[in-house]
């Protein structure tokens, strides 16, 4: 069996999952981990949206907070299961993707980019002031989703961190297998077409609004999946997941690892949510470190860390 | 040459747009035949690219009519005349840049190789088999240009020569009726001009229409049924190679070395 770029990424991802725990000095790291696998699958949707699309979204974090709330109100309001209403809150930030991107993904230019800062703003703002239902800044409890009980019962008996450990990291490499089957697939080509010339996408006949369109609804079901695996993990939620900073902070992992990239995105999430738990200093100075990460990314490494880093291999290799 | 009498398969009507004040095309007509090579040409700047982007939806005619196999087709997006087979390549190139030469050819595929996103999502046997159908016929098209070895590099990388060669091999992806080309032959060598004017005359003889944009006037003469000529967006002359190149208006238009080609093969 050849090994295509595909197989690569996802037998790296899996080693990585599977190995790391053994060098953890404490169990707190399997939660910083977990973090990492929630962070890594919202910039994979990034890569989705914008690597393989080319469009810039500044409000995916409100899609992050409408599938984290979903597992904090619909188990209560609605009597859902907690692994259903992760599914609900996928569908309506479907649903909301496809509304909000519609109208905007036909005019040309950075119209979207313009929009989803409104949109992520909008979501905020909800979860903020509608305290009636979302309890407002403090934050809300979550239902435990129940599933590690389920595995204690066939025998598996996992801490709450490690559970929560393995579970994302097996999201992530779903997630990463269905972005990557996407990326070489007729509608992943027409995408990856589009970015490089819109023009020529459409002489060959790619409808490019609509695939546009695709593209931001797939990247808006990543992110509210990454929101409710956050929420349930944590077993709270507070209107922070739906934040500016956290859109923000979606595009700088993406775009530091190499946002043509599903493993240099993951790498780039892994990066910047390792270091806030390394450098406690970097807590006080987040938002300056990610404006600077991103202006040296764009002077420095315009592709990325690991697409600059294979590059330079593969020069001295030949 | 002589036009054949077929139907006709693609029909400009009295087009014209105007950028600001300027009239860049105005009251343009002519008609084109399957199996048939007609060229614009004309000087630079007499509007010849914007009358290809008008014919393939890329602008909105400011007036007149394109029919295209009898159906008005005008102001449509060009993804949808794609469908009804309208196909063609840029002055400018518009490559796909950062992806594979031979990927480039693929996207030519597009509305054959295209399916429920759900199946690409989930990699189903269904999408992988239409991926690998594309794939096949862009290999025998690049080979057919001459690119076959260099599917796998970055398109990107390739000479302007290449890149010519790669979206022509892109257009006939399509499988077009109408084709049309502007400048295929520019910024390529001899040997690739001919081989480029080869592959023009066996496309047409296949049965699809060809409108030819080409400075290379022996190219020109050589292989149209039809010229029209433009000179400051308005049709100066049209008529068989012979008569458009004893024509006293497009020598005036032309003047110096062009003129010369004109009458060397005329
Ligand atoms: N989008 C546009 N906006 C404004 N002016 C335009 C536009 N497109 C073309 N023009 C103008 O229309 C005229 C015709 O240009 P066009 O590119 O069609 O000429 P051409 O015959 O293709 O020339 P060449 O042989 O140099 O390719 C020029 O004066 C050009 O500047
Ligand atoms: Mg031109």
């Known amino acids: ?318 | 040459m002589t036009r054949t009498d077929k139907e006709t398969l693609l029909a400009v009507e009295g087009l014209g747009i105007a950028f600001g004040g300027l009239k860049a095309v105005n009251d343009v007509s002519f008609e084109v035949k399957p199996g048939e090579v007609v060229s614009i040409i004309g000087p630079n700047g007499a509007g010849k690219t914007t009358l290809f982007n008008m014919i393939s939806g890329v602008y909105r005619p400011g007036s007149g009519r394109v029919r295209l196999g009898g159906e008005d087709v005008t102001g449509m997006a060009p993804h949808l005349l794609a469908r009804r087979g309208m196909s063609r390549t840029f002055q400018n190139l518009q490559i796909f840049q950062s992806i594979t030469v031979l990927e480039n050819a693929v996207t030519g595929y597009h509305l054959s190789e295209r399916g429920p996103i759900l199946a690409d999502l989930l990699s189903l046997p269904s999408s992988r088999r239409r991926a690998r159908a594309a794939e096949t016929g862009a290999r025998d098209l690049l080979a057919r240009v001459g690119l076959e070895r260099a599917a796998e590099r970055e398109a990107g990388n390739l000479s302007y020569g290449s890149l010519k060669r790669l979206e022509i091999a892109r257009a006939l992806a399509l499988d077009p009726k109408v084709l049309l080309l502007d400048e295929p032959a520019a910024g390529c060598n001899a040997v690739e001009t001919e081989e480029i004017d080869h592959l023009i005359a066996e496309v047409a003889a296949s049965g699809v229409a060809i409108l030819l944009v080409e400075h290379d006037m022996k190219m020109v003469m050589r292989i149209s049924n039809h010229i029209v000529v433009l000179d400051h967006g308005e049709r100066i002359a049209e008529g068989d190679p012979a008569m458009v190149s004893r024509d006293p208006a497009v020598i005036a238009a032309y003047l110096g070395a062009d003129a010369e080609g004109i009458h060397a093969d005329g």
């Open chain 1, 1 to 318: 069996m050849r090994i295509t770029p595909k197989l690569a990424t996802l037998l790296v991802l899996a080693a990585l999952v599977a190995i790391t725990p053994f060098f953890f000095p404490s169990g707190y790291y399997y939660r910083v981990g977990a973090l990492i696998f929630v962070n890594g699958i919202a910039v994979t949707g990034i890569v989705i949206l914008t690597g393989y699309a080319g469009q810039i979204s500044l409000g995916h974090a409100g899609f992050a907070g409408i599938g984290g709330y979903a597992c904090a109100l619909a188990p209560v309001h609605l009597g859902l299961h907690p692994a259903l209403a992760v599914v609900l809150g996928a569908a309506v930030s479907a649903l909301l993707a496809y509304l909000v991107g519609r109208p905007i993904l036909r005019l040309k230019g950075y119209y979207l980019g313009v929009a989803t800062l409104g949109f992520g703003i909008l979501v905020s703002m909800v979860l903020n002031n509608e305290r009636d239902l979302t309890r407002g800044p403090d934050g809300i409890d979550v239902p435990e989703l129940g599933l590690r009980a389920l595995l204690k019962d066939q025998g598996l008996n996992l801490t709450n961190g490690e559970f929560w450990y393995f579970f994302c990291g097996i999201c992530l490499i779903l997630g990463a297998w269905i972005a990557l089957n996407l990326h070489d697939s007729p509608a992943g080509r027409a995408l990856r077409a589009l970015h490089g010339s819109e023009v020529a996408a459409r002489t060959v006949g790619i409808d490019v609004a609509r695939m546009k369109l695709s593209a931001f609804v797939i990247s808006a079901v990543y992110a509210s999946v990454s929101g409710s695996l956050l929420a349930l993990q944590n077993k709270f939620i507070t209107p922070d997941v739906a934040g500016f900073m956290h859109s923000i902070e979606m595009v700088t992992m993406a775009v530091l690892g190499g946002v043509g990239s599903v493993l240099g995105a993951i790498l780039g999430a892994g990066i910047l949510t390792l270091l806030p738990q390394v450098l406690t200093v970097f807590a006080e100075y987040e938002q300056m470190v990610l404006g600077l990460v991103m202006v040296l990314v764009m002077i420095f490494l315009r592709e990325g860390l690991l697409p600059s880093i294979l590059r330079r291999l593969r020069g001295r290799g030949e």
